[in-house]
């Protein structure tokens, strides 16, 4: 074994034992295993006929089963985006004995198998379920899973560890049975820092995490009525404060006046976004204030000694004791400019010294955004176990995360990763896109979203140029169904059936980050061969009108879109 | 079936119940895997009965999701005429190595 610094692999335990994953006791184990048997006992009779597809479509549908274009897929969550590496390598052998041996991370935090036979969907929910995970979708129109940032815990900037807070509104929202009767379904996105990574301002609710410069005192930024899809709407804020403990207040103000005016009627109109801009911001954000006034607060204040009890269940890892500086680090830097540019894009600043957050790109240059293969599942469950206390994270952006790494231990964990294909220096970049999987599998689509991917990353090769070009973010989906996140792409692609053919249209200026905004279609679509070339149009657009050290995104809020419209579509 | 049939020559697409693998229905009322195999059903009486054989075959846990789909006739065969059904045909463009395009040397 190499050496480790990891404490439990020194000492007997096993080696993840510090991941910070969602444990099941021993009741969510039973329940879990249960849901097993009574979908593996469902199959046997939706097999021998004694239900039909329409009964049994539902109850698929309940356990991530879903039927795509080519076969079935199996849609597994991934809590918070927490994984131990036992979990890790669970799932490899799930890929390699039931599946086509990779699997595919998705925006949505969670893993897709993409060739399961109906036949073997119970065993590998019975293997799921010996390592605490499910697939398992909360459907229908209640509070869905919260979602948090994918540096919680570690971030150097991090105000408070948003999955206490996650929790805590789980457990609020769980406990709330008018609450599972909203007109539509509700997701909550939380970042514990001011630096938004989880795109909270596309979600029904978005809390940022902020520090009240005059007292000291830590709470939220509430944002308001975002979302994505066919009717993309950016949040509005509604509080630019909310003391941590006054939040569950806040949130019940808000989930009341949607429960009464939101619309039943119509299944497009229900959510949030659309009662805020239907009704006027001011006016919603005017209601939320009256119902706030109204609530007992007492009984919505949040009890500092839950939020303590909580924490405890998302413990830091033991961290050593570390210099600020690592010489073998620093060293490293110097003799291999490989590994000094992977350090300057796939690397976070860690909030304790002498570590540091390192993203694995899943986006090899050609390679397809958000697949993974077994060997390489097994390599990141390895490293994990050496080098960061056996927990790998998912992002929504399709990357995986190892958050506590020793900085010293820093190049040892590149070179491995680099020799598995894990190594791209591109977290940020233009080749790190995220793309939907689109025709390649999915039944709803208009055109292929990974292939454009591809092509893209295959022209912008060159390491050198995609670091010169700087933070540049392209987000493709294969309809309007947004799940590539288009609209909040720097350059978004989203694909249009033009008379039976594959159209794309470019929108330019979305942000999903701190200052969101929403894309705007620059004009008419490009086919599949122009979509490229139209890319690099913009991109050369770019690099003419920068200013130094200017990215994309700051450029065209500075020049506007014309010169890029123009660059477009004068050239004709 | 986001891509409505309306031309006068369908075939019918499905999916296997067990294994989800992308099926049609070929002459004499069998399944096919491979889609330039797939009946070429003439006029609306034609379709509608294919249909309701399809229909019957999901009954009977054979298949899942029957639809009907544009076609035309091709020296190579049944040719779908939206690119999604083409597709179907053969598999993700992203991985040559998997689905039906892995298995048939010819497509
Ligand atoms: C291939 C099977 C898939 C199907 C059939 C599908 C279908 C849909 C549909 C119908 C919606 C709109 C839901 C609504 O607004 O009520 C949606 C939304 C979404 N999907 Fe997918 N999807 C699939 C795969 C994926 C994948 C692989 C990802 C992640 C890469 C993803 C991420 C999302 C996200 C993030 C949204 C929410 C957009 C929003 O904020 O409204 N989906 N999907
Ligand atoms: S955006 Fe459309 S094509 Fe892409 S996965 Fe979602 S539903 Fe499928």
Partial sequence: MPDTHSPALRSNQPADAHAAVYRYDEFDKTFIFERVEQFRAQVERRIKGEITEEEFKPIRLMNGLYLQLHAYMLRVAVPYGMLSSTQVRRLARIARVYDKGYGHFTTRQNIQFNWPKLEDVPAILHELAEVDMHAIQTSGNCIRNVTTDQFCGAAADELVDPRVYAEILRQWSTLHPEFTYLPRKFKIAITGSPNDRAAVQVHDIGLIAKKDEVTGRVGFTVYVGGGQGRTPYLAVKARDFVPVEEIIGYLEAILRVYNQLGRRDNIYKARIKITVNEMGPAKFLGLIEEEYARLPRQKFHVDPAIVDAIQTHFAAPPWADLPAVSESFEAAKQADPAFARWTRTNLTAHKTQGYAIATISLKPIGGIPGDAESSQLETVADLADLYSFGEVRVTHEQNLVLAHVRQDDLYALWQALDKAGLGTANAGLISDIIACPGLDYCALANTRAIPVAQRIAERFADLDRQHDLGELKIKISGCINACGHHHVGHIGILGVDKKGEEFFQILLGGDAGTNAALGEIVGPGFDYDGIIDAVEVVVNTFVKLRQPGEIFIKTLARTGHAPFKEALYARA | ?107
């Fill in chain 2, 1 to 107: 079936m986001l891509v409505k049939a309306k031309g006068t020559q369908q075939s019918v697409a499905a999916s296997r119940l067990l294994d989800g693998e992308a099926v049609w229905l070929g002459t004499g009322n069998i399944w096919v895997e491979d889609v330039a195999l797939a009946a070429v059903f003439d006029g609306a009486d034609a379709i509608a009965e294919a249909l309701c054989f399809a229909k019957a075959e999901e009954k009977r846990q054979v298949v899942v999701d029957v639809y009907p789909l544009d076609v035309e006739i091709t020296d190579q065969g049944t040719r779908p005429t939206h690119l999604r059904e083409r597709l179907k045909g053969i598999g993700p463009t992203v991985r040559r190595d998997l689905g039906k395009q892995a298995r048939q040397p010819t497509a």
